[in-house]
């Protein structure tokens, strides 16, 4: 009840503020870094709990995008119908990729993860309809009232969108799903043994990470106005995704939240004043630090810290 | 789409040189993956790096391939380090170490990515040879020397390592490892000491490879990325550390990304080696000479 609560108040904070009249650079930066927050939730599903590491976040990003693209030239469908649209792609994609090497090692999994973003970009690059390689200019829709720019109203989106991503991993986690997937993680062998269907709940994790990553995915093309191959399954998306749940930590849901809010913002933040590289950069040695010397993330930091908090 | 024997036949040849050369920059990969079970995704990274490394050597005079091989000693120096490192960090923690070592290796592939773009910009590289930019006209085809020259170094490198692997102590040392860890150790060996060892061996030869890599085209940061396709899907096709299928498994690619290059275009090629390592993760999980 209070997780509900504070959902709710969270929720109307960001409706609110959306009609304020805060500058509007803010809601500029604040979607990126909500994207990242659903992107980190969705990965740690897999991630996290299963222990099998994602590396094609643009790829699911992506094929969300390109569907909400391909939706939006055809018939002009509705943004909500794009999401609907992308969230399911997303999940076939995660089902299929699921079935072809969940049984195999995590190390393939992660390798074919890497596989399916060069190929959607392929595909993308030589599909004239979406843009091809030049990429396509799109021309937003008007601005459904009560918002006066149509930023306002994506931001305003993206933060239903990460509550419902939280809420999702919420239950996941404290389910028989997340007990069944945290005993694949801890060791797979015994898990099978003692009865736990661990390919169908591989598969059923990937597939709902899926369907998070196309639905964050989705609305990317309306905030840019533009869509191009080469951006859109970038490897950052991966390396934030990834860092953003490993710098939280990864047992508990609340970690890839905490990662993204920092990551994210520190990465706006940086992009502006430094440069992207050195965002890019930084990144990785903070991924690399955690991962090394503190693996239970920042959440595994406060805990140590504060021996007696739960 | 125009189709002719002419074309299907140049094709080919150029398929079997840059297979070889394919070969020849997974090598490392098959030993640190297939034999060491090192979820080494920085392999790529690295190779970049020895170009890079090359291209300075070079800038001073030497032969680009001579420049590779004197890197070696050092590359050999930073591959020990790396898998210490692992080990220390991950490997002996067991249990999580495997999601945790992959995550590392992908940083460690993105910092060094980023470093080179951070030091060099995003500017192709070349390196200057008297073969490269000449090709050797046989009847009516023409085949450029760098890959000539690139299809020799990767053919000595691969029957190099090949017999080392098989006719050594150290390296039947390296083969048992990967077969059977346990026994080794109760047989009073250090498993971990030939691991580090072949370790070096990997990363050296990973010098040479991107010396060849920087021979064959011009280089930039980001190359290492389409590498990992390339070098997994060797890997992975040959049978996890096979050397001979590691060099029969870098023809078909070679030949297989040369048609669809020819017949379809450059903007297809690219997926070749992602489709042919999904296709064969799918199918045939153990490769082609799998254990």
């Known amino acids: ?10 929720g109307a904070a960001a409706f609110g503020l959306a009609l304020s009249p805060v500058n509007e650079y803010f809601f500029y930066a604040a979607y990126v870094v909500l994207t990242y927050v659903v992107l980190a939730t969705a990965w740690n599903i897999l991630g996290g709990y299963a222990g099998y590491v994602n590396f094609g976040t643009p ?33 076939l994609l995660g089902f299929g990729v699921g079935m072809l090497t969940l049984r195999l090692r995590g190390i393939f999994f992660a390798i074919a993860t890497v596989a399916v973003i060069f190929i959607m970009e392929t595909l993308m690059i030589n599909w004239r309809y979406v843009g091809g390689a030049q990429g396509l200019q799109l021309l937003r829709p008007d601005v459904t009232a009560p918002f006066a720019t149509y930023t306002r109203m994506l931001f305003v989106l993206m ?24 005993a694949v993680r801890d060791s797979e062998e015994a898990a099978e043994a003692s009865g736990v269907p661990t390919l169908r709940l591989k598969l059923l994790a990937c597939t709902v990470m899926g369907a998070l990553m196309g639905a964050a995915g989705a609305p990317m093309p ?57 965002n890019v950069l930084i990144v990785g040695v903070l991924l690399v630090l955690f991962v090394v010397l503190a693996p239970q993330g920042l959440l595994g930091l406060v805990k140590r810290w504060l021996p007696f908090s739960r | 789409m125009i189709f002719s024997f ?103 592939a993105f910092i060094i990515e980023v470093g080179l773009i951070l030091g060099f910009g995003v500017d192709q590289r070349t390196v200057q040879a008297p073969y490269i930019g000449s090709s050797l006209a046989l009847g009516e085809y023409r085949i450029p020397y760098r890959m ?65 890599l920087i021979i064959i085209g011009p280089v930039e940061p980001a190359l290492d990325r389409v590498y990992i396709g390339r070098t997994f899907c060797v890997v992975v096709l040959a049978g996890l550390g096979s050397m001979t299928g590691t060099l029969a498994a870098g023809l078909i690619l070679g030949v297989a990304e040369s048609l669809v290059l020819m017949f379809f275009g450059a903007s297809w090629a690219p997926a070749v080696a992602f489709g042919l390592l999904l296709v064969v993760l799918g199918i045939r999980p153990q490769g082609l000479f799998g254990r």
């Not at chain 1, 391909?70 to 969230?87: E, G, K, N, S």
């Not at chain 1, 950052?236 to 047992?251: C, D, E, Q, V």
């Not at chain 2, 050594?168 to 077969?179: D, E, L, M, S, W």
Request: glycine share 10%; charged share 10%.
């Open chain 2, 6 to 108: 002419d074309l299907l036949f140049e094709a080919i040849l150029f398929g079997i040189l840059l297979g070889c050369f394919y070969a020849a920059v997974s090598i490392g990969l098959s030993v640190s993956f297939g034999l060491l079970d090192v979820p080494h995704v920085a392999h790529p990274a690295i190779m970049v790096f020895g170009s890079y490394c090359t291209y300075i050597v070079a800038g001073w005079g030497l032969d680009p391939i001579l420049s590779g091989v004197l890197l070696m000693p050092a590359f050999f120096v930073l591959g020990v380090l790396i898998y210490r490192f692992y080990y220390e960090t991950f490997e002996r923690r067991g249990a999580d170490a495997a999601v945790r070592g992959l995550a590392f290796f992908f940083g460690l």
């Open chain 1, 59 to 91: 790829a699911f990003f992506g094929i969300g995008a390109y569907t909400a693209v391909l939706l939006f030239r055809w018939m002009q469908a509705p943004l909500a119908l794009q999401i609907a649209a992308a969230a399911l792609m997303g999940a």
């Open chain 1, 1 to 10: 009840m209070k997780f509900w609560i504070s959902m709710a108040v969270l």
């Open chain 1, 159 to 182: 933060v239903a969108m990460a509550i419902a991503g939280i809420a999702i991993a919420r239950y996941i986690q404290d389910s028989w799903i997340g007990r069944g997937l945290r």
């Open chain 2, 148 to 212: 000539l020259v690139a299809f020799g170094v990767a053919l000595v490198l691969t029957l190099a390592l090949t017999l080392y692997l098989s006719k050594t102590f150290t390296g039947r040392a390296i083969k048992a490892v990967a077969q059977d860890e346990p026994a080794l150790r109760l047989m009073g060996a250090n498993p971990v000491r030939i691991k580090q060892w072949a370790f070096g061996i990997a990363t050296g030869v990973s010098a040479l490879a991107g010396a060849m």
């Open chain 1, 222 to 278: 309306m905030y840019l106005s533009f869509i191009e191959p080469a951006s859109t399954f970038n490897l950052s998306y991966t390396i934030g995704a990834l860092g953003s749940a490993i710098i939280g930590g990864m047992s508990h849901w609340l970690g890839p939240i905490v990662g993204a809010l920092l990551l994210g913002s520190l990465q706006q933040i940086i992009t502006v004043t430094i440069s992207g590289e050195v």
